[in-house]
């Protein structure tokens, strides 16, 4: 999935994303895990954050996840 976002929403969004799992950041390139959720991301400067996801729980469907991931970015 691809979000178009800005550098301080995506700080915004891992700082929230802490709070409930585990994210890695580099500055470009990240991984998180999150409710069961494992996916990694990278960052097309200067507006797209381009989000993979690895594992998921298998009753969770793939838009149920975005709408998830969504709600961090808002």
Known sequence: MKIKTTQQKINKAL???KLVGSVSF???NGSFAV???KGRF???KPDTLTI???DKPW???NSMIENE???FFN
């Open 15 to 17: 700082a929230k994303m």
């Open 26 to 28: 580099d500055g470009t």
């Open 35 to 37: 409710k069961g959720v």
């Open 42 to 44: 990278s960052w097309d």
């Open 52 to 54: 993979i996801i690895d």
């Open 59 to 61: 009753l969770a469907s």
């Open 69 to 71: 991931i969504n709600k």
